[in-house]
Structure formats: structure tokens, C-alpha cells
């Protein structure tokens, strides 16, 4: 406060849906932020791994989310940059375009706060291309009109020309217009718009749930309505549109139109989430359980400080091996304090996390459980001395197995594993909707945690369920939970490519 500069404010694009479209610059702002403003349009998946405090601001939403208005918003961005945090302002596709971008930076500049716009693709070029279309078709247009269809045409005062829309030399794109659809088509066939002319309205464009009608001029209004397309849409003619079938790219994913469930904890979604969309779908992160650091880190210390006591050093998860080895190059130590241990990882996963950080696993098993684990140890552990950084929760198969081999074994709960006590309020409500396609769990406790809460939300069509593993499908199937496909290999990736087998009708698994 008081007398110092205040900090600059962004006003960022976040692109129009597909969270990978806001631009690097974009990104990185997000990353910096102290503060992020959103807007409705804002895909959630951008806020997975942001330290940003996050504010609504923005139209009222079906969510139940206020409205917040224009001066308020001009007011809270001023006010935010003069107490010197870093803020970003987020909007839905391009800032300024349909956006009010432009009068959020005329007040700031009016009150001496600093700013910066960064651009963002704008709903119409990226909903159009991941639909077939160029608007700007060598063949069929020399020029794209965006308009507003938030002017109601037969209001008087209306700003918009619908004479020369209607004889409009190329494409015309129609902003906010799907409620106006019926009123802003009859008025360009009054004008003498050719009846024919290609048009279409593309609903949620670039997201999971993107969808196309195509059709004319004349009866576009009936097959949207027919459609029961949702907001945001857009309204696209002419003759452009025709040629989209050709290259219509993205609606033959595989997952197109289904909601996933992604049940990862918080931070280590990425790669879920990058398949899921890699395939078309729209996925949810659902965190439900929370990975944090363990009550008390001294028995991890003093275990760090034994590590010449010990043959083996065991991971049963990649929490595991974050946390212990952050911790032990933290302390000042790095891998070399490991290099008379042999290593052992669960599963491909945890394996991989080893060799993020230039360790090998000795002993990886075929099937992702404790029990084949603790197999594939046996030979090697009678009279070894076995430190297993774990969780402080989870099976304690590989204590009684090893230890009946003869082994020493010490458990360090390098993490804490806690569960949700809700679900996230927009799951809980499209599951109570039956709007969730398919649930995917990957971990036993995750499956409990889940039965125990969706539990509450009863529905006709609940989602089909997958599971990483074996060990996680027999946890649903204990809590309750009828399992549709078990993923082989047992990954994040292969969770997903069993889910679109299944989708596509091949159900071998
Ligand atoms: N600044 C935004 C537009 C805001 S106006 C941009 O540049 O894209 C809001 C309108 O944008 C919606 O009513 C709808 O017409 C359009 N829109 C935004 N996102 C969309 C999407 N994913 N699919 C279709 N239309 C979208």
C-alpha cells in the first residue's frame, strides 16, 4: 500500500476452452500470479497447479455462481494492484474481443496502475477450425464479420446492420447469439440472405463436449433447438460451412462428449488429463484423497541418517519417492547416500519417478500389488535389512511377507494420505444430474474414498467405473462399486486406452 508503484496488472486470453490453447505467455503469468480474476468461460483445468488465490468475476452462472459487475471488477483489480500483488486478469478466449477487456484496461490506465495485454485465441477462429471450418475459404469468402447476437434485432436503438449482414461478401460469425438464434435467422432471410446458405452452430467448442449442427440458413434455428445445444455456442454461415465434413478433425475422438472423472490427488493430474484430452474427452479432476507431508518429519530424518543400516529400499508409490528423496536432498544429501541399497518400485509409475532422479529399480514386478512385489523380493531379502518409505496408511502385505522371508523390515511414512470429506461442488452436482460418464480410479484407497462419497449423490444413470489395477478394482467392487474395465498396463495411460476400447465396443478386458 501507500506510496509505492503499483504492481502491473495482466490481462490474459485463456483461449476458448481446450485448456492448451491459451498461449506460453499466458501460462507463465498464471504461474507467477498471486491473484487470478476468472471469468465464466475460463476452462478449470487451467487452475490445476496454480498457488494463485482465485476470484469469480464474471456473469452469473447456471452453477450458482453472482454476477459481478463491471465497476466492482475495474475496483478489485486496482485496488489488488496497488497492494502490490500480482494479478492476473483471466478471460475466456481473447480478452478484448466481445470481452470488455478494453474497458478494464481504460481504467486501469486512467488510475496509473500498469498493464499488459497478453492475446488469446478467440472462440470463433478455434471453435470453427476444430469443427472443419476456415473462415476464410479461398473458395467461398473474402471476409469474416464477427458480431454480437446479443442485440436483440427487432429492438429499436439496435446497432447492428442486418441489410448488409445479410449480403454479407464471406463468413459471418455471431457471438452470444444461440438464445437469439430463431430472431437473428428470420431477419437475414427478410433481408434476402439466400435460404441456402451453409450454417451451423457450434456449441462448447474445443472442450470434451463440442458439438456441431450443420444445416441452412432456413432451418438451422429447428435442428439447434432440436439438438438441445448448450451455451456457449456460436452461430456460424455461410458457405465455408459446407465444407467441413472434409476436415472435421476432432470430432471423431475417440471420447468425444464424455465427461471423465479424474480422481488423481491435486498436482499430479497432468498426464490424465493431457490423455483425456488427447482423446477428445472432457475431464474432471476430482481429487479424493490429499498427498501431503507426513505429521512429523524426525522419524524420516532419522531414517535418512541410518540409510547404511539398510540392503533394500522399497517404493510403493510415486509419493513415496518424491517425498523421501526431496527430503533426503534437502538435508543435504543427494543419490549417492543410496548407492549401497538395492531398489525396489511397485509398479511401472513408481519405477519412472526413480529414474526422473537417476535411479534404476532393481526389482519391478509384472503385476502392479504388494503381493507379487513381495514375490519378486523373496529371493533376494532372508537376513536383509528392508526400509519401505511409505504412506501412513495403506496394506501391510509387504511387512508380514517379507518379514516371513526372513527379512528386517522398517516402514517410514514419508507422506500422509488424507481423505476428502466432500466431493468438489461441480462433480457433486453433474453426478446427482447423472452428467458423469466414467469414474476413474486409480489406487484402493481412492476407490473406498469414492464409493463412500458419490455415495451420497444417487442417480439413475451413474458413471461406468474403471480401475487402474486389480487390487483397486477388488477395493470398488468390496465398497460396492461394479467395475466396467480393470486398465492393462496398470497406468494412467493404459486407464484411458480402456476406457476408449470400451467406448469403441471392443470389450476384451
Ligand atoms: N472473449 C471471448 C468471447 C466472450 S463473449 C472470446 O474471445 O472468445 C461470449 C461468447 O463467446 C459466447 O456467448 C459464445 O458465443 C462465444 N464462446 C466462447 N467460448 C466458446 C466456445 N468454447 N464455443 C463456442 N462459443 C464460445
Known amino acids: 500500500m501507500g506510496d509505492s508503484v503499483p504492481a502491473?496488472?495482466?490481462?490474459?486470453?485463456?483461449?476458448?476452452?481446450?485448456?492448451?490453447?491459451?498461449?506460453?505467455?499466458?501460462?507463465?503469468?498464471?504461474?507467477?500470479?498471486?491473484?487470478?480474476?476468472?471469468?465464466?468461460?475460463?476452462?478449470?483445468?487451467?487452475?490445476?497447479?496454480?498457488?494463485?488465490?482465485?476470484?469469480?468475476?464474471?456473469?452469473?452462472?447456471?452453477?450458482?455462481?453472482?454476477?459481478?459487475?463491471?465497476?466492482?471488477?475495474?475496483?478489485?483489480?486496482?485496488?489488488?494492484?496497488?497492494?502490490?500483488?500480482?494479478?492476473?486478469?483471466?478471460?475466456?478466449?481473447?480478452?478484448?474481443?466481445?470481452?470488455?477487456?478494453?474497458?478494464?484496461?481504460?481504467?486501469?490506465?486512467?488510475?496509473?496502475?500498469?498493464?499488459?495485454?497478453?492475446?488469446?485465441?478467440?472462440?470463433?477462429?478455434?471453435?470453427?477450425?476444430?469443427?472443419?471450418?476456415?473462415?476464410?475459404?479461398?473458395?467461398?469468402?473474402?471476409?469474416?464479420?464477427?458480431?454480437?447476437?446479443?442485440?436483440?434485432?427487432?429492438?429499436?436503438?439496435?446497432?447492428?446492420?442486418?441489410?448488409?449482414?445479410?449480403?454479407?461478401?464471406?463468413?459471418?460469425?455471431?457471438?452470444?447469439?444461440?438464445?437469439?438464434?430463431?430472431?437473428?435467422?428470420?431477419?437475414?432471410?427478410?433481408?434476402?440472405a439466400d435460404p441456402a446458405t451453409p450454417a451451423c452452430v457450434v456449441s462448447r467448442g474445443t472442450t470434451g463436449l463440442h458439438r456441431t449442427v450443420s444445416g441452412r440458413l432456413d432451418d438451422i434455428t429447428d435442428k439447434a433447438t432440436a439438438a438441445g445445444l448448450k451455451a456457449p455456442s456460436l452461430i456460424i454461415t455461410g458457405a465455408c460451412v459446407a465444407e467441413r465434413h472434409a476436415i472435421d478433425w476432432f470430432e471423431s475422438k475417440p471420447l468425444l462428449g464424455r465427461r471423465l472423472l479424474i480422481t488423481r490427488p491435486a498436482g499430479q493430474a497432468d498426464e490424465a488429463v493431457a490423455r483425456a484430452l488427447d482423446l477428445g474427452a472432457e475431464p474432471i479432476l476430482c481429487p479424493l484423497i490429499e498427498i501431503g507431508p507426513p505429521d512429523d518429519w524426525k522419524p524420516v530424518d532419522d531414517t535418512i541418517d541410518r540409510l547404511a543400516e539398510f540392503d533394500w529400499l522399497v517404493f510403493t508409490s510415486v509419493n513415496g519417492v518424491a517425498h523421501f528423496l526431496d527430503r533426503l536432498f534437502e538435508a543435504g544429501g543427494d543419490a549417492r547416500r543410496l548407492g549401497h541399497l538395492r531398489l525396489a518400485a511397485i509398479g511401472p509409475a513408481t519405477a519412472d519417478a526413480l529414474a526422473a532422479r537417476g535411479l534404476r529399480a532393481d526389482v519391478v514386478p509384472q503385476t502392479f500389488r504388494a503381493e507379487a512385489l513381495a514375490e519378486e523380493l523373496r529371493p533376494?531379502?532372508?537376513?536383509?535389512?528392508?526400509?519401505?518409505?511409505?504412506?501412513?496408511?495403506?496394506?501391510?502385505?509387504?511387512?508380514?511377507?517379507?518379514?516371513?522371508?526372513?527379512?528386517?523390515?522398517?516402514?517410514?511414512?514419508?507422506?500422509?494420505?488424507?481423505?476428502?470429506?466432500?466431493?468438489?461442488?461441480?462433480?457433486?452436482?453433474?453426478?446427482?444430474?447423472?452428467?458423469?460418464?466414467?469414474?476413474?480410479?486409480?489406487?484402493?484407497?481412492?476407490?473406498?474414498?469414492?464409493?463412500?462419497?458419490?455415495?451420497?449423490?444417487?442417480?439413475?444413470?451413474?458413471?461406468?467405473?474403471?480401475?487402474?489395477?486389480?487390487?483397486?478394482?477388488?477395493?470398488?467392487?468390496?465398497?460396492g462399486l461394479p467395475i466396467d474395465v480393470t486398465a492393462a498396463p496398470h497406468t494412467w495411460a493404459g486407464l484411458l486406452d480402456a476406457v476408449r476400447d470400451h467406448v469403441a465396443g471392443r470389450l476384451d478386458v
Open 380 to 479: 533376494h531379502v532372508a537376513d536383509a535389512r528392508v526400509l519401505w518409505a511409505g504412506a501412513n496408511i495403506g496394506r501391510e502385505v509387504l511387512i508380514e511377507e517379507l518379514t516371513a522371508a526372513g527379512a528386517t523390515v522398517e516402514k517410514v511414512a514419508v507422506y500422509t494420505n488424507r481423505e476428502a470429506e466432500s466431493l468438489p461442488e461441480p462433480v457433486a452436482a453433474h453426478l446427482a444430474a447423472g452428467e458423469i460418464d466414467w469414474v476413474l480410479l486409480s489406487s484402493p484407497s481412492i476407490a473406498r474414498n469414492y464409493a463412500r462419497l458419490s455415495g451420497r449423490y444417487p442417480t439413475q444413470s451413474p458413471p461406468k467405473v474403471a480401475a487402474i489395477s486389480p487390487v483397486t478394482a477388488d477395493a470398488a467392487r468390496e465398497a
Open 8 to 192: 502491473t496488472v495482466y490481462l490474459v486470453g485463456a483461449g476458448p476452452g481446450d485448456p492448451r490453447l491459451i498461449s506460453v505467455r499466458g501460462k507463465e503469468l498464471l504461474e507467477a500470479a498471486d491473484v487470478v480474476l476468472y471469468d465464466g468461460l475460463v476452462s478449470p483445468l487451467l487452475f490445476a497447479n496454480l498457488r494463485a488465490d482465485l476470484e469469480y468475476a464474471g456473469r452469473a452462472t447456471e452453477d450458482g455462481r453472482k454476477r459481478v459487475l463491471q465497476p466492482e471488477i475495474n475496483a478489485r483489480l486496482i485496488e489488488l494492484a496497488r497492494s502490490g500483488r500480482r494479478v492476473v486478469r483471466l478471460k475466456g478466449g481473447d480478452p478484448f474481443v466481445f470481452g470488455r477487456g478494453g474497458e478494464e484496461a481504460a481504467a486501469l490506465a486512467a488510475a496509473g496502475v500498469p498493464f499488459e495485454i497478453v492475446p488469446g485465441v478467440t472462440a470463433a477462429v478455434a471453435a470453427a477450425e476444430y469443427a472443419g471450418i476456415s473462415l476464410t475459404h479461398r473458395a467461398h469468402a473474402s471476409s469474416i464479420a464477427f458480431v454480437t447476437g446479443h442485440e436483440d434485432p427487432n429492438k429499436p436503438g439496435q446497432t447492428i446492420d442486418y441489410d448488409r449482414l445479410a449480403g454479407w461478401p464471406g463468413t459471418v460469425v455471431f457471438y452470444m447469439g444461440l438464445n437469439r438464434l430463431g430472431r437473428i435467422a428470420a431477419e437475414l432471410l427478410a433481408r434476402g
